[in-house]
């Protein structure tokens, strides 16, 4: 298999450009970007990451490069490289890339997860007109949610939230696999194996976290789990719908009890059911965990699940757990305000 690459740095970038022998001048005109950009990346090494579009142009010439300069590849990305990946030992820290297969003369083993998992490679999400990107660090595509006043709660009072980025889909298994492998936290207790989830459901959203599991890989890639506000204006938007979608009860827009398959779907399933910024599953599919403490130790649970009745779907519900409580269906998505964004944009190139 092929080596991919989740997040590229600059370094990665002067090392596909010396695998396949080409000049910065013939590099940049295969890539369709200037000889300014290519030298600059190649300049800053590990210290800048092209933007997603530029990522996606990597990908993709990666992707259609020969089996020889894929050997070649494989055996320019340094030692310093795969510890930045979390594929050789390291001290703690975020890794910005992860190549989840490697050519076995590397002698690394990883998960077997695609390196861009996120449904958002694949189904392209509903547009709603609000502005999405990629996140630099893991890679998921997150939707701004405006500055402004919401209607919050069930008594639908008015509450003020800076504006902020949201995960469009929740965490998914292959999302996890990818900070597994970057950290060596964890696996989920009821994953088989360390290779990983089973290939059919990576594209479900990751289940049995704790609240410091969720907590802990948004600390790995420089997000935060949602406040129970954040999270309620990203489903029910500005106006104060009962549901995402409005107000009409529709347990088909959604995976619940009622309607649902009795276990989890793919994160991109229920196009009909997005909010009014686009986001999934903010009814059904798995509960998910909130930064909102209820009380010590207890933290706030957002969205309904396929375990729940349809009537416990409504995004003003409340909910909480123990944080160290897990259970098949409960999950989390996470959240990056606009300021913080805008800076690792303008840092990553």
């Known amino acids: 298999m092929p080596p991919t690459i989740q997040i590229w740095s600059g370094r990665e970038v ?8 080409m000049s910065i001048r013939a590099f940049a005109a295969h890539l369709g970007v200037s000889e300014r950009m290519v030298s600059k990346w190649e300049a800053a090494g590990t210290g800048i990451h092209p933007r997603p ?16 300069e894929h050997a070649r590849f ?3 990305v340094t030692p310093a490289t795969l510890t930045r990946a979390g594929l050789v030992p390291a001290g703690p820290a975020r ?24 449904p958002s490679a694949g189904p392209s999400p509903v547009t709603t007109g609000h502005p999405q990107v990629r996140h630099p660090i893991d890679g998921k595509l997150m939707t701004l949610v405006d500055a402004g006043v919401f209607l919050c709660g069930p008594a639908a009072e008015p509450v003020h939230l800076a504006a902020f980025y949201i995960d469009i889909f929740p965490t998914t298994n292959a999302d996890y696999a990818r900070f597994i492998a ?54 029910r938007g500005v106006r104060g719908d009962v549901y995402p979608w409005g107000n009409q009860l529709t347990p088909a827009k959604c995976n619940v009890r009622d309607s649902g398959p009795g276990t989890t779907t793919p994160v991109d399933r229920y196009h009909s059911g997005v909010s009014p910024f686009g986001v999934y599953d903010m009814c059904g599919n798995t509960w ?56 690792l944009l303008k840092m990553t190139g």
């Open 53 to 68: 579009v530029n990522q996606a142009a990597l990908d993709s010439s990666l992707a259609a490069s020969t089996s020889d």
């Open 288 to 343: 998910e965990w909130l930064a909102t403490c209820s009380q010590p130790t207890r933290h706030e649970l957002k969205g309904s699940a396929f375990t729940s009745p349809f009537t416990r779907a409504t995004p003003s519900t409340f909910n909480d757990a123990s944080a160290t409580m897990l259970d098949d269906d409960t999950g989390f998505r996470c959240v990056t305000p606009a300021e913080t964004m805008r800076a």
């Open 14 to 21: 002067r090392a596909l450009r010396e695998a396949k022998r």
């Open 74 to 76: 494989a055996g320019l």
């Open 182 to 235: 970057a950290t060596g936290h964890r696996r989920p207790p009821h994953w088989a194996t360390d290779s990983g989830p089973p290939r059919d459901l990576s594209t479900h959203p990751v289940v049995y976290v704790t609240w410091h599991d969720a907590a802990a890989y948004a600390e790995w890639a420089a997000k935060a789990l949602p406040t129970a506000p954040q999270w309620e204006k990203a489903a």
């Open 95 to 118: 890794a910005d890339l992860v190549i989840p297969a490697v050519p076995a003369r590397a002698g690394l083993a990883t998960p077997a997860v695609p390196a861009r998992a996120d």
